[in-house]
């Protein structure tokens, strides 16, 4: 199966663990991974911050930069939902028929992680070793956009060795948003200590979730209280075996 | 302008300001996550209990779909069999007009104070403060709405208006007003709900048997038999609607239901999705007047008040389906951690974030009022979940923050901070070659002002984010770097041409 990697900007220029993870699990899994060179951004904070007109070049490179491929993986469920709800929108309201054609045929086959894993390639035990104690945050756009439901948690129980704990009130969102954390940044501290104290209160050793960002926005708070708990993509904890552990 | 001034409150600070001031209220937070948390427990099991949920919804959705598109067809529908069952149909535009019109109705009977049932299209309106200002006293029954009445205070939530104060409070407004508004509360009054319930039972039992006159909203209204509703859960509602010789009912326009029928739907998920309860314990109906029954003069005001404005977009019309269950107010973590007064609105929570800056327009400055408030969201989606009548209000939040920006920008001679920002970031964000240089260029200024591989407090539009959030310094080696030096040969390297391959 010839499945391109979309790394979106922030994972590329902050995290490319979580892709050189993604690559490594899928290679493991006996596939191939390709990275167009020419992909940047999917265009989510210009859209969902209300800037549509300078969305439209990114939507633009998206739909050519990944058009042909059998399947395109997301390691991060916004910018998903953002390629797979929103390129449409901005497609009909300021582009033409051709990238409205061209959206149309792209944006199906981009899958987040745990969907290509469990829908596309049909496996749920990918063969991974992680031997700690492990919480999970469903990030509300895999949530509530994709509706990815327990997929990721299905992959996570049959990581070996992993104690995997159950988040209280894991559905009610961390208060990241995106630009809301800086716009909103009292209500996002307001609803980030909430989500830090029942992270805090499993007692693990590490929050997983399925996007960088949210795991920045509750991770930089879990270090500025210099808890000692970290985060980690669900990629990586997927990646994760005893002869490569992360 | 609309006419909708009193859709929003006048001198509220724009959303981040008021919410900052909410979020220093212990009491209230405490207050908010009780109730909201137990109302959306209920919910969720009395809506689990429907095999068809799914279907209401999307029956529901589909009827007021179909309403809102032929409004003005079913609104005269309505007009005329009001009229035939001896009902009289008055129109009011905008909220001035509506006042008119309801303080002349109350003159007319020559009587100088009304009896109400909660009503937000009156809220809207501020219907109370233009009867004052004409010497007509009115008394709200609701127990909710008594207490925000006596407290001199806002409803902070459209079904538990009282949402944000405890039963001390309660007891200490009861206390000290009830004697201002008629008769006083007990000697000794404890915080007990029964006795709190009680005083209040006293208090307003005086107001309806004198009272001559009632206002009550409307829940729904029937166009083909000319039926009207209203749903509540004390019978205090019930006892404006049928001891007073004059009723007026404002309602705004969008609750129009083609047919009585419809109510089989709306009944069923208005209460589940409010109050999480099967049934509410109150449904009154009354189509015009009876003889020798009830109210003898019946009234109803179709208010637009903006409404007509909101059905030109096609996007945000669907707010306007609204049935005011408040079912997104109790699932929203913004609205549990601020309450309703941080929107600044009669109407809170993420329904008011996208209904609110329609009835009045969106201004040209996203920094304050009305046009803060589709800002004032996380996009997490857990109001459209909830919603019973499927209204996409993330869809119509990110619409709105467009509109408010387009504004902004036609309003402006010079671009704002943000949007110069928006823009340089657009133009990186949409060629690799440019986003590879400003990778560099960032994590190069990263490590400047890092400190053990964390960034901690910065300057600016970042300050509010990093005085509670450490932020890592990117790595490095970007992930874009890592696959070519490790995938591909040093030759084959020809950013030009891949370059080529995009748009933008």
Not at chain 1, 77 to 84: D, H, I, K, Y
Request: net charge neutral.
């Amino acid at each position: 199966m010839r499945i391109a990697l979309f790394i979106t900007c922030f994972n590329d220029t902050m995290f490319p663990r979580t892709g050189q993870a993604v690559t490594a699990l899928l290679e493991r899994l006996g596939h191939t991974v390709e990275f167009p060179q020419g992909q940047t951004c999917c265009g989510q904070m210009h859209f969902n911050t209300g800037y549509r007109p300078e969305t439209l070049p990114m939507v633009g490179r998206f739909t050519e930069v990944f058009e042909g491929y059998d399947a395109v993986v997301v390691p991060s469920g916004s910018c998903a939902g953002m390629v797979r709800d929103h390129h449409r929108v901005v497609a009909a309201q300021y582009g033409d028929a051709a990238l409205t054609e061209a959206v149309e045929r792209v944006a199906p086959t981009v899958y987040e992680l745990s969907e290509l894993l469990v829908d596309v390639l049909g496996v749920t035990d990918v063969g991974a070793y992680f031997p700690h104690r492990v919480t999970y945050h469903p990030t509300c756009h895999s949530l509530r956009m994709l509706r990815v439901g327990d997929r990721p948690l299905a992959l996570l129980r049959a990581v070996k060795g992993i104690d995997l704990v159950e988040l209280p009130d894991a559905e009610s969102c961390c208060g990241f948003g995106g630009t809301f954390a800086l716009k909103n940044a009292d209500v996002s501290n307001a609803m980030l200590a909430d989500k830090m104290r029942h992270v805090l209160g499993t007692g693990a050793e590490f929050l997983s979730a399925g996007d960088n960002s949210c795991l920045t926005h509750i991770g930089g708070g879990l270090s500025r209280l210099r808890t000692g708990v970290g985060t980690m993509h669900l990629a990586e904890i997927l990646a994760s075996t005893e002869g490569d552990p992360r | 302008m609309s006419g909708a001034d009193n859709v929003v409150w006048l001198g509220t600070p724009a959303f981040p300001q008021a919410a900052r001031t909410a979020l220093a209220d212990t009491q209230l937070r405490a207050n908010l996550r009780r109730a909201t948390g137990t109302i959306r427990d209920k919910r969720l099991a009395v809506a689990a209990e429907l095999e068809d949920w799914e279907e209401l919804r999307e029956t529901a959705a589909a009827v007021k779909r179909h309403t809102l598109r032929h409004l003005d067809h079913h609104l005269l529908r309505l007009e005329k069999s009001v009229t035939a069952a001896g009902g009289v149909v008055h129109w009011a535009a905008d909220a001035a007009e509506a006042n008119r019109i309801v303080t002349d109705l109350v003159r007319d009977t020559a009587e100088s104070e009304v009896v109400k049932v909660k009503s937000m299209a009156t809220q809207e309106i501020g219907l109370n403060e233009a009867l004052a200002e004409a010497g007509i006293r009115a008394y709200e029954t609701d127990l909710a709405e008594l207490i925000v009445q006596l407290g001199r205070d806002r409803p902070s939530h459209i079904l538990v208006p009282a949402i944000h104060r405890n039963r001390s409070e309660i007891r200490e407004i009861f206390r000290r007003e009830m004697g201002e508004w008629g008769r006083p509360a007990p000697e000794g009054l404890s915080d007990d709900p029964r006795d709190l319930a009680e005083a209040a039972r006293l208090h307003l039992r005086e107001k309806f048997l004198r009272a001559k006159v009632a206002v009550s909203g409307a829940n729904f209204a029937a166009a083909d038999t000319g039926t009207v509703v209203v749903v509540e859960s004390e019978g205090n509602g019930r006892m404006c609607l049928t001891l007073p010789e004059t009723l007026i009912t404002v309602m705004g326009i969008e609750k129009v239901l083609p047919s009585f029928a419809d109510l089989d739907v709306f009944l069923q998920l208005l209460p589940r999705s409010s109050t999480g309860e099967r049934m509410n314990p109150y449904t009154s109906l009354w189509t015009g007047v009876t003889e020798g029954d009830g109210p003898q003069n019946f009234h109803l005001v179709l208010l637009d008040n903006g409404r007509t404005a909101t059905l030109a977009d096609e996007v945000g019309r669907q707010a306007l389906a609204c049935i005011r269950c408040s079912a997104c107010l109790n699932v929203c973590p913004v609205y549990e951690r601020t309450g309703g007064h941080a929107y600044g609105s009669v109407y809170p929570g993420p329904i008011g974030a996208v209904l609110t800056p329609q009835l009045v327009g969106i201004g040209s400055d996203i920094k304050s009022g009305a046009a803060s408030l589709p800002f004032a969201s996380t996009l997490c989606g857990a109001c459209y979940d909830a919603c019973p009548v499927k209204i996409d209000i993330p869809e119509v939040l990110v619409h709105l923050r467009a509109k408010a920006v387009e504004a902004g920008r036609r309003g402006r001679r010079l671009p704002t901070v943000e949007a110069l920002a928006m823009k340089a970031a657009g133009a990186v964000m949409s060629s690799p070659r440019r986003l590879a240089a400003a990778q560099k260029l960032a994590g190069l200024g990263a490590r400047l002002v890092a400190r053990d591989g964390r960034i901690g407090a910065l300057p600016g539009p970042f300050a509010g984010w990093s005085a509670s959030r450490d932020t890592p310094v990117p790595p490095r080696e970007t992930f874009r770097a890592w696959w070519r030096r490790t995938r591909r040969p040093a030759h084959a390297d020809s950013s030009a041409t891949v370059e080529g391959k995009g748009r933008g």
